[in-house]
Nanobody
Framework: VQLQASGGGLVQAGGSLRLSCAASRRIFSNNGMGWFRQAPGKEREFVAGINWRGDYTGYADSVKGRFTISRDNYKNTLALQMNSLKAEDTAVYYC?????????????????WGQGTLVTVSS
């Protein structure tokens, strides 16, 4: 398994969750990474991205100021801290490894995908 996402669950609106993604060193070391999500009946959308060094991050407007993406290049792990969760954040969340050292906002920019972890926010 190249990418393994975990940490999803059921949380009340206003609560927090922390997602984690364990990656193989081969696809993590020099690659940008991203989090995407897909709600029922909707297309997969970009949530957050981080470059290979971890000194550049980008967020979708809908999560800016609430979510924080981070990475640990020694442990080959990616994280998404989600605060002030809303019902509209309910989705399956996927971690992905970019084709290059910087993240992009489109799914075409990613080569490897985790299996997804479900986040459900109750209102």
């Amino acid at each position: 398994v190249q990418l393994q996402a975990s940490g999803g669950g059921l949380v009340q609106a206003g609560g927090s969750l922390r997602l984690s993604c364990a990656a193989s060193r081969r696809i993590f070391s020099n690659n940008g990474m991203g989090w995407f999500r897909q709600a029922p009946g909707k297309e997969r959308e970009f949530v957050a991205g981080i470059n290979w060094r971890g000194d550049y991050t980008g967020y979708a407007d809908s999560v800016k100021g609430r979510f924080t993406i981070s990475r640990d290049n020694y442990k080959n792990t990616l994280a998404l801290q989600m605060n002030s969760l809303k019902a509209e954040d309910t989705a399956v969340y996927y971690c992905a490894a970019a084709r290059s050292s910087v993240p992009t906002t489109t799914t075409r920019g990613y080569t490897y995908w985790g299996q997804g972890t479900l986040v459900t926010v109750s209102s």
